[in-house]
């Protein structure tokens, strides 16, 4: 499990579209960096060190899950990808123009003493032009050094520089956490929800809900004899799937920002309906309607579309034996009924994300264009 860390960082720039390229900046410190959990004031100083343009400052405040030397190595890529172009005549004492600067200036109350990093900032509380913005998102924290909180760190600064609060604000980017407590994730067989959804719990610490398919005893019997073991299947499976939401949706976990499942139970009507002979198919519908009226509706669901040779391959790879024999007109039809679920389904907030080119398993950009989507999802 993946522990959230609160940083704090002061950013800067004094050239071009000053405003931009800090708002720039904040957006991709909350896609490559974790969750934007407060923006200070925007706020203009002269240049510190040198003579050159007025600077613009903020602070913010970031959850994330790095540790600080990989904190520090993502920052400095973020400079260098808005165009930072760092030089030797900058090191040390010794400062230049800078289309965005980012500094780590305290990382939750660690003290650390590195060849190439040092914590908390060694000079912040030199620099009324970060303990300003700072004061403005924590005011209350203690710096743990100096023993004092943040805005006593202001009162007693001896620097006379000007910083002047300008009427301009930075948009804080919405995490995932806030938008949603609750995410259903879905796709056919070999789709790579359950996957997906796992990298989702440990990357933004929520609950997870995993269906329980490997302990259903009629599921192997079902890839044998279909006709036979159909009912009994999705009657055990609508069951189990009724059970664990109750429970699990009903106890949220304090400790975890939202929940997040593989599955979500209308699933059992849209296998019934491929599965079933037609009077089978109308009692369980019957039973389905009783359950499917107490269960919590997802506030995403997110169905994951893949070609059928995509899923083939996919199901090969993971080498369940009793899902070798799944033939093509199946899945198929398994996804057909997925299709005509979304379409009626008017009410539910749906995200449709086509991953059959994608590999966001091993592929760190495909799984950020996912996490992306999600979060620009309405």
């Known amino acids: 499990m993946s522990i959230s860390r609160i940083t704090y960082l002061s950013l800067g720039s004094n050239q071009e579209n000053k405003l931009q390229h800090l708002q720039t900046a904040v957006a991709i410190i909350a896609e490559r960096i974790g969750g934007v959990t407060r923006v200070s004031k925007v706020y203009k100083t002269a240049s510190w060190g040198f003579e050159s343009e007025a600077f613009l400052n903020i602070c913010i405040q970031v959850a994330t899950i790095l540790n600080p030397e990989t904190l520090l190595q993502k920052l400095l890529q973020i400079e260098k990808d808005l165009g930072r172009k760092r030089s030797k005549e900058c090191d040390g004492d010794r400062y230049q123009d800078r289309v965005i600067d980012i500094d780590i200036l305290m990382f939750d109350n660690e003290i650390i003493f590195d060849k190439n990093l040092i914590v908390p900032h060694p000079k912040m ?21 100096a023993k004092q909180t943040i805005a006593k760190c202001l009162a007693v600064c001896t ?40 990298m989702f719990a440990n990357d933004f610490n929520a609950k997870i809900v995993l269906e329980r398919f490997a302990d259903n005893p009629f599921l192997p019997k079902f890839y044998e004899d279909k006709d036979r073991f159909a009912f009994p299947l999705e009657m055990s499976f609508l069951a189990d799937r009724y059970q664990q939401l109750t429970d699990d949706l009903a106890q949220f976990d304090l400790f975890k920002n939202f929940i997040v499942s593989d599955y979500y139970i209308f699933k059992s009507l849209i296998f019934a309906q491929v599965t079933l002979q037609n009077d089978e198919y109308f009692l369980y519908r019957k039973m389905f309607d009783i359950m499917y009226k107490e269960i919590t509706k997802p506030d995403l669901y997110i169905y994951l579309y893949q070609n059928t040779d995509r899923l083939l391959e996919n199901i090969k790879k993971r080498g369940r034996d ?57």
Request: net charge negative; charged share 25%.
């Open 125 to 145: 509380l030199q620099r009324k032009f970060v303990l300003v913005p700072l004061v403005d998102i924590a005011s209350k924290t203690m710096h743990p050094i």
């Open 159 to 198: 620097d006379t520089s000007e910083v002047q609060q300008i009427d301009a604000v930075i948009v804080r980017p919405i995490s995932i956490s806030e938008k949603y407590n609750y995410i259903a994730i879905e796709g056919n067989i070999g789709a790579g929800k359950t996957t997906l959804t796992k």
């Open 322 to 378: 009793y899902e070798q024999n799944i033939e093509p007109a199946y899945l198929e039809k398994i996804h057909k009924g997925y299709a005509n679920f979304i379409k009626t389904e008017e009410h539910l907030n749906t995200l449709v994300i086509d991953v059959s080119d994608l590999d966001f398993v091993s592929n760190a950009k495909d799984y950020q264009q996912i996490i992306n989507l999600v979060k620009k999802h309405p």
